[in-house]
């Protein structure tokens, strides 16, 4: 069965969700925000960080795993070398 949302009073479909997403909650909530936010339903790689990408390629769950992740949760030094 389809599930959907609505979003100001407008029915949203859901699109099947990705492995990388642990609930269906979930993902219906990054739908809401991606709909009031004009964001493209395909996008939700670019939310990813390197860290999260790493833990499901690791576990199987990436489903785009040659996807370079722009990561701006993490600062660099001056080698380049990711702080921890």
Not at 56 to 81: L, S, V
Request: net charge positive; charged share 35%.
């Amino acid at each position: 069965m389809k599930k959907f949302i609505i979003v100001n009073d407008q029915i949203i479909w859901l699109p099947k969700k990705p492995k990388c997403v642990d609930t269906d909650r979930e993902w219906a909530e990054w739908i809401k925000y991606a709909f009031i936010g004009k964001t493209s339903f395909r996008t939700y790689c670019l939310d990813c960080s390197m860290d999260y990408q790493d833990d499901m390629i690791k576990a199987g769950r990436c489903q785009f795993p040659n996807f370079k992740t722009k990561d701006i949760f993490h600062k660099y030094n001056k080698k380049g070398e990711r702080y921890k």
